[in-house]
């Protein structure tokens, strides 16, 4: 965990992401809580992390979803060297999928 994100506020906003129940909830709340382009920019950044995961090369996920490779690289970066939250997820996704 960054100790540097790691505040009361943070906190806050975490647990009221725990409480969503729906996509549709999910939509109304990031649609208050962010602009079009974070709500898209933190999406492209999932996509370009699945693309990853699945060993699309960075030509191959540039063209399909918009990302500079700066970006493309940073999620790499992420998914090699971060705290493992995209790993999380995927694994919590093909459960679901199961």
């Given at each position: 965990?960054?100790?540097?994100?790691?505040?009361?506020?943070?906190?806050?906003?975490?647990?009221?992401?725990?409480?969503?129940?729906?996509?549709?909830?999910?939509?109304?709340?990031?649609?208050?809580?962010?602009?079009?382009?974070?709500?898209?920019?933190?999406?492209?950044?999932?996509?370009?992390?699945?693309?990853?995961?699945?060993?699309?090369?960075?030509?191959?996920?540039?063209?399909?979803?918009?990302?500079?490779?700066?970006?493309i690289s940073r999620v790499?970066?992420?998914?090699?060297?971060?705290?493992?939250?995209?790993?999380?997820?995927?694994?919590?996704?093909?459960?679901?999928?199961?």
């Amino acid at each position: 965990m960054n100790k540097k994100i790691k505040n009361d506020a943070v906190d806050s906003l975490f647990d009221a992401i725990l409480c969503l129940k729906s996509r549709s909830e999910c939509y109304s709340f990031f649609e208050d809580l962010c602009t079009v382009n974070e709500l898209l920019s933190m999406s492209q950044r999932f996509e370009v992390a699945e693309m990853l995961k699945n060993h699309s090369t960075y030509l191959e996920i540039a063209e399909k979803t918009g990302a500079s490779t700066a970006t493309i690289s940073r999620v790499n970066r992420s998914l090699n060297y971060g705290n493992d939250g995209y790993e999380i997820v995927f694994k919590r996704r093909k459960e679901m999928e199961n």
